[in-house]
Each structure stands twice: as structure tokens, then as C-alpha cells.
């Protein structure tokens, strides 16, 4: 009865791993299968110890052991192209949670707050404002917290900024938010211990595009004369880099393209956010089109994509990286290997290991002084 219980449970993770779920709590579950591929594996060999004598089983385990090992090993070439390093130990644990000062809530703009988590040591250190995700009709600072502290613990400090949210305040209301912000993080930069010039932003999700169309816009201007203001009267000026964690970018595919079944009501986040679809309203989802501005000299973009994104998919992340490419921009993309939305959010996961990896090199590389 014991190896029959441990196979069925391996298989049932192997079935949540590799088939599509049409629901958001099997979404969930598929999540955490994938994340816990290795407990899957466990439980299979677990299977295949005890299943003496029963050589269907042993073969059933033995199967089951290595389609749940599958994302696992998906992750090590990923890690090695980048020549990081994988914790086993922090996937089993977690990890410790970096230990830095925060200051929460607090007030850049009437109105707009954010959270500080200050970089040891005697700055002006480089900076990092992270745009949080949502659907843009939800979400609020602090929804990566651990990740905010592993930034700042390497030498950046974060502002984690809140923005207004649609529909009571639809496009462009975050990117003015965020460019508002922006600029007075700059003028209290003595205060906050950062060097205004060494500023990139970061974006989650919805944040995400936030992040690409508030770092491009500030960008010397190509042909076009677009525009977006800040919410605020303070000067801008460009960031020095931009990063893109699973970020929608090409909206109008977006919307007549929906995720099947739409569980998370991407069709209605977009129209609550732009004003209704793109016939309706082709000017909102133009400029809320990261590509639309790669006329300009864009700051360089990592693009961070999971491999297997239902949601947001992989090609919003190519998409870009070629529109990019083709004005020969700087833009490094990676796929995370079985990942789908919101990959990041556990911690020690393979996926967070990864990009919180990367994204520390692509910061030292591009905040470094000239």
C-alpha cells in the first residue's frame, strides 16, 4: 500500500507539472509542483524502494522519479550560461533573509509613497525603483519584499513605490506616478544616501510595463515627440537601465489574444487600465506599447521571462528584445526554464535563485561609476 501511495502522489505532480490546468487554484497548484519537482522525485523513489518484487511499479516510480526531475534539471544549463551558482540548501530552506534598514512609507510626492531599503555601508549608493505588479488594478509596495532586501544587501538601494491604480486612475496615472517619484527620489538623494545618476527601474508584471514605458519615455527623444509628464512638477532625466520581469509589451495582441481560459481577466485588466480596447482607444495602447518608443536611445533592458508563461507569454519578451535589436539597443533576455507567471515569488525557488542572480550582475554592470 506504502510505494502505491507515494507513486500515485509523484504522478499526480507529474500530471499538475506537464498538463494545462484550466482554473487558477490548479494554475496555483502547478506552481507549486513545479517548484516542488524534487519532493516529486522523492516521493518516486521513495516508490521504487519499497516496491520490492513488483516490477510494474518499480518501472511506473523509476518514470515518475525522472518527469518530475525534469524542471530541475531544465534550471543547471540556465544557471551555467550564466555562471551562477544554484543553493540547493537555499531551495530547501528558503534562504536567509537579508538583514537591512527599512524605512516604509515614505512620502516622495502628496500622495505617493514608498518603501527604503537603504544599502549598507557609506553610500551614495546606486539605486533601484521597483514598480510592483497587479493586473494595474491591484498589488502595493512591499509585494517582493525578501527580493528588495537581497538587492539592497548587494549595494543598491531599492525604492519600492506605490502607484494609483485603474480604473480610478487609468493609463497614463502610473507612469506619471512613477516618473513623479522618480524625480524627487533624486532631489532627496543626500537624504536617501543614493547617487541620482546611478538610477535603473524594475517592474513586475503590470509593473513591468510600467517600468519599460516610464524608462523609455525619459529616453533622448527619436522621431517621434511623444510624451508622458510626471504627476508631479519636478525635472526628469533618463535611468541608466530598466528590467523586465515577465512584463506585458505588445498590448493590443495582448488584448485580442487573451490566455485561454482567462483566469486572471487580463481582456478587462487592459481595458480598465487603457480606457476600453484598442479600437477604442488605439492612442492609450500605443504609448502603453514599450515598443513604441524604442525609437529613442533606450536605457540597456534585461528582459527576465519564464519559458512556460501562460499569462504574459515569452513572446512580449522576444518580441522586444528584436524590436530592440533591430535599432541595436542594449538588451540581454533570459528564459527561465519551465517558469510561468510570478515565477519569483518563492523563495529559494529556481527561478528566483536565477533572476535575482542576474539581475545583481546586469546592476553592477550597468550602475558601476563612469
Not at 522523492?42 to 516510480?61: D, E, N, T, V, W
Not at 550564466?82 to 512620502?107: C, K, M, N, Q, Y
Request: net charge negative.
Amino acid at each position: 500500500m506504502v510505494p502505491r501511495v507515494l507513486l500515485v502522489l509523484s504522478l499526480a505532480q507529474v500530471i499538475l507539472i506537464y498538463i494545462p490546468l484550466p482554473t487558477w487554484p490548479m494554475w496555483m497548484a502547478r506552481f507549486a509542483a513545479i517548484e516542488g519537482c524534487l519532493f516529486g522525485s522523492g516521493l518516486a523513489l521513495g516508490a521504487l524502494a519499497s516496491a520490492g518484487g513488483q516490477p510494474i511499479l518499480q518501472g511506473l516510480a523509476v518514470l515518475a522519479a525522472l518527469a518530475n526531475a525534469v524542471p530541475a534539471l531544465s534550471a543547471i544549463p540556465a544557471f551555467h550560461a550564466e555562471h551562477l551558482p544554484f543553493s540547493p540548501l537555499a531551495w530547501l530552506t528558503g534562504g536567509p533573509t537579508d538583514d537591512v534598514a527599512i524605512d516604509r512609507d515614505v512620502v516622495l510626492s502628496p500622495g505617493l509613497k514608498a518603501d527604503i531599503y537603504r544599502a549598507p555601508g557609506e553610500g551614495p549608493h546606486p539605486f533601484v525603483m521597483v514598480v510592483h505588479g497587479g493586473s494595474w488594478r491591484s498589488g502595493d509596495k512591499g509585494d517582493a519584499s525578501r527580493e528588495s532586501r537581497a538587492f539592497a544587501a548587494a549595494g543598491f538601494t531599492v525604492i519600492d513605490v506605490a502607484y494609483r491604480l485603474a480604473p480610478q486612475f487609468p493609463f497614463p496615472a502610473g507612469v506619471e506616478d512613477v516618473t513623479c517619484m522618480l524625480g524627487r527620489a533624486r532631489e532627496r538623494a543626500a537624504d536617501l544616501g543614493i547617487d541620482p545618476a546611478r538610477g535603473a527601474l524594475l517592474g513586475r508584471s503590470a509593473g513591468a510595463e510600467i517600468a519599460l514605458v516610464t524608462a523609455y519615455s525619459l529616453a533622448p527623444a527619436g522621431a517621434s515627440t511623444d510624451a508622458i509628464l510626471p504627476a508631479c512638477d519636478v525635472s526628469v532625466a533618463p535611468v541608466r537601465a530598466v528590467i523586465s520581469l515577465y512584463g506585458p509589451t505588445d498590448l493590443a495582441w495582448a488584448y485580442h489574444n487573451p490566455f485561454v481560459p482567462d483566469v486572471v481577466q487580463g481582456t478587462s485588466a487592459l481595458e480598465d487600465y487603457l480606457g476600453g480596447s484598442p479600437e477604442a482607444s488605439p492612442d492609450n495602447y500605443r504609448l502603453a506599447t514599450p515598443m513604441t518608443w524604442t525609437d529613442r536611445d533606450v536605457p540597456p533592458t534585461l528582459l527576465i521571462h519564464g519559458e512556460a508563461e501562460r499569462c504574459v507569454r515569452p513572446s512580449n519578451a522576444t518580441k522586444l528584445q528584436q524590436a530592440l535589436l533591430a535599432r541595436n539597443r542594449d538588451v540581454k533576455l533570459v528564459l527561465v526554464p519551465f517558469a510561468d507567471h510570478g515565477f519569483d515569488v518563492r523563495p529559494g525557488g529556481f527561478g528566483t535563485q536565477l533572476a535575482r542572480g542576474v539581475i545583481v550582475d546586469f546592476l553592477r554592470a550597468k550602475l558601476a561609476p563612469l
